[in-house]
Nanobody, 121 residues
Framework: QVQLVESGGGLVQSGGSLRLSCAASGSIFSIYTMGWYRQGLGNQRELVAITHSGGSTNYADSVKGRFAISRTSAKNTVDLQMNSLKPEDTDVYYC???????????????WGQGTQVTVSS
């Protein structure tokens, strides 16, 4: 089994900063992609930021210039530094990993349990 453990959510005032962290452990063999999604009540889960094994990254337009994703491959961790937070950033944030559990295995998608981020105005 693969486990994703998230930390770092919480309550912050508008304009403040938070840093989310996610660590993948268990039977993960190879990781291709790590990232963060978010989902509000009644909404679809949407991409926030993602980083691929080759080093490329993608961000949602709404967070460009404010959020930064970083990955430590040796530790199977991914962080999301969130600056200049706005009330509309309030959501549950989910860590995402796409990887395999063995050599030449079929890539699978894994999700963390979610961490709440609340930005007050």
């Amino acid at each position: 089994q693969v486990q994703l453990v998230e930390s770092g959510g919480g309550l912050v005032q508008s304009g403040g900063s938070l840093r989310l962290s996610c660590a993948a452990s268990g039977s993960i063999f190879s990781i291709y992609t790590m990232g963060w999604y978010r989902q509000g009540l009644g909404n679809q889960r949407e991409l926030v930021a993602i980083t691929h094994s080759g080093g490329s990254t993608n961000y949602a337009d709404s967070v460009k210039g404010r959020f930064a994703i970083s990955r430590t491959s040796a530790k199977n961790t991914v962080d999301l530094q969130m600056n200049s937070l706005k009330p509309e950033d309030t959501d549950v944030y989910y860590c995402y990993v796409r990887g395999t559990e063995r050599l030449l295995g079929t890539p699978q998608d894994y999700w963390g349990q979610g961490t709440q981020v609340t930005v007050s105005s």
